[in-house]
Structures are given as C-alpha cells and as structure tokens.
C-alpha cells in the first residue's frame, strides 16, 4: 500500500486513539466514566482499542491481500467505535 493512502486512511483512527488515551488516562475517564455496559471499565476499553489499532496498522502495512487490508482497515478504526459509543452512551443511566 502506497505510503499516502495509508496516512490518510490512519488519520482518524490515530485521533481517535490520542482522544480515548487522553481522557481514559489523564482526563480520569471524563470520556467512558459512564460507558460501563456490561460492568466493563473503562481502561479494558481503552485497552481493547489501541490493540485493535496496532493489530489494524500491522495488517495494513504487511499485507498485500485485499481480505487482510480491508481486516487492518475495520481493527483500525476500532478506537473511533468507542469513542463514538461512549459519547452516545455518556447519559445512559441503565435499566
């Protein structure tokens, strides 16, 4: 994969990793303070998106199949999901 369109294809999810990391570890989970579903807190979240970022960059880097890129693409934007998720469910006050 050409060097240009991988930076602009990890723009956002790059973002979106610096924004989860920020108020997950230095902001004291202002981001996912509420987003407990499940009773799953909020640095397992954190956890669970950079991985799939790094797995996600891994994937877009070394493969050369259009199965493993469009994989590396979906894991990539994983960090975007939560943050998405998380500021739709920062209200969520449960059952």
């Known amino acids: 994969m050409r060097k240009r369109t991988l930076i602009t294809i990890l723009t956002l999810p790059t ?8 108020f997950t570890l230095a ?18 979240w954190l ?8 797995i996600g960059i891994r994937l877009l880097r070394t493969s050369r199949l259009r ?8 894991l ?11 500021y739709l469910f920062a209200e969520y006050d449960g059952p």
Do not use: D, N
């Not at 987003?35 to 799953?40: M, R, T, V, Y």
């Not at 956890?47 to 790094?54: E, H, I, N, R």
């Not at 199965?67 to 979906?74: C, D, E, P, T």
């Open 76 to 86: 990539s934007m994983l960090p975007v999901l939560i943050v998405v998720l998380s």
């Open 15 to 22: 973002l979106a990793v610096l924004v989860l990391g920020f």
């Open 27 to 44: 902001g004291g989970g202002i981001t996912l303070f509420c987003f407990f579903l499940a009773g799953i807190p909020a640095w397992v």
């Open 67 to 74: 199965g493993r890129i469009a994989l590396g693409v979906g």
């Open 47 to 54: 956890l669970l998106g950079v991985t799939g970022y790094g």
